[in-house]
C-alpha cells in the first residue's frame, strides 16, 4: 500500500531555533518527493523537490534530503521565524500515467517567541 | 506570478443551494486535480482529468462533479452542499512526464450555513 508517514505530528520551537521533521514513504513506483508548506486557510506552497538522484537540495533556510534506500527524506529549518508557522507537508508522486499524489498528514510546526 | 488560480477564494452559500468553484492555470498542464481538505487533514482527492479524461475516486460522493471545458480550466459543482462539505477545496495542475510534481492554487474556503 502507498503511504507517507510524518513525524511528528506537531511541534513547538522557539524563535530562532532550528528544527528537523521527517517523512517515511512507501511508495512505488516512486518518482519525485516535494515538501510543501501550508498557511492556515491557504493553499500549499512547495519549499523544495527532490528526485530519486537527490540528496540534499536546499532552498534558503529550508534543507531537504533524500535517503532513496531507506525510503526516508527531512525537512531542516534553520534559524526559525515566527512566519514558518505552518504545517509542512511531504507529498511523494508516483511516476506514470497521471502522476498521483500520496500525502502524509503533515506536521504542525508553531515558532513562539 | 499566481500559475493556478482559484475563485473565489471564500465562499458562502446555503445548505442545498448548488454552488461552483473555478481554477484556472497558466501552465499548460495536461492534468488537474481537485482535493477536499478539512481542518488538519490531508488533502482527500476528489477527482482529476488527465487531458480530456475525467477520472473519479471511488469513494467521491454524487453530489460532487466536475467539468473541464478547456486545458486551462477546471470547475468544481457541488449539486447540494450538506453541512459536511464545509472545507478547503484545493486546485492543483501537473504534466504528464515531468518532475515537477504538482502546483497548488490558494484553494477555497466553502462555508456552508
Known amino acids: 500500500k502507498n503511504q507517507v508517514e510524518q513525524s511528528p505530528q506537531s511541534l513547538i520551537i522557539l524563535e530562532g531555533k532550528n528544527c528537523t521533521l521527517q517523512?517515511?514513504?512507501?511508495?512505488?513506483?516512486?518518482?519525485?518527493l516535494r515538501w510543501y508548506k501550508q498557511d492556515t486557510g491557504r493553499g500549499p506552497v512547495s519549499l523544495t523537490i527532490?528526485?530519486?538522484?537527490?540528496n540534499t537540495k536546499s532552498n534558503g533556510r529550508y534543507t531537504a534530503t533524500l535517503d532513496a534506500d531507506t525510503k526516508q527524506s527531512s525537512l531542516h529549518i534553520t534559524a526559525s521565524q515566527l512566519s514558518d508557522s505552518a504545517s509542512y507537508i511531504c507529498?511523494?508522486?508516483?511516476?506514470?500515467?497521471?502522476?498521483?499524489?500520496?500525502f502524509g498528514a503533515g506536521t504542525r510546526l508553531a515558532v513562539h517567541p | 506570478d499566481a500559475m493556478v488560480i482559484q475563485n473565489p477564494r471564500y465562499q458562502v452559500t446555503q445548505f442545498g443551494k448548488p454552488v461552483t468553484l473555478s481554477c484556472s492555470q497558466t501552465l499548460n498542464h495536461n492534468v488537474m486535480y481537485w482535493y477536499q481538505q478539512k481542518s488538519s487533514q490531508a488533502p482527500k482527492l476528489l477527482f482529476h482529468y488527465y487531458d480530456k479524461d475525467f477520472n473519479n475516486e471511488a469513494d467521491t460522493p454524487d453530489n460532487f462533479q466536475s467539468r473541464r471545458p478547456n486545458t486551462s480550466f477546471c470547475f468544481l459543482d457541488i449539486r447540494s452542499p450538506g453541512l459536511g462539505d464545509a472545507a478547503m477545496y484545493l486546485c492543483a495542475t501537473s504534466r504528464e512526464g515531468q518532475i515537477e510534481g504538482a502546483f497548488f492554487g490558494q484553494g477555497t474556503r466553502l462555508t456552508v450555513v
Open positions: 507529498v511523494v508522486f508516483i511516476s506514470g500515467g497521471y502522476n498521483k499524489l500520496i
Open positions: 517523512c517515511n514513504y512507501t511508495v512505488s513506483p516512486f518518482s519525485n
Open positions: 527532490m528526485t530519486f538522484s537527490e
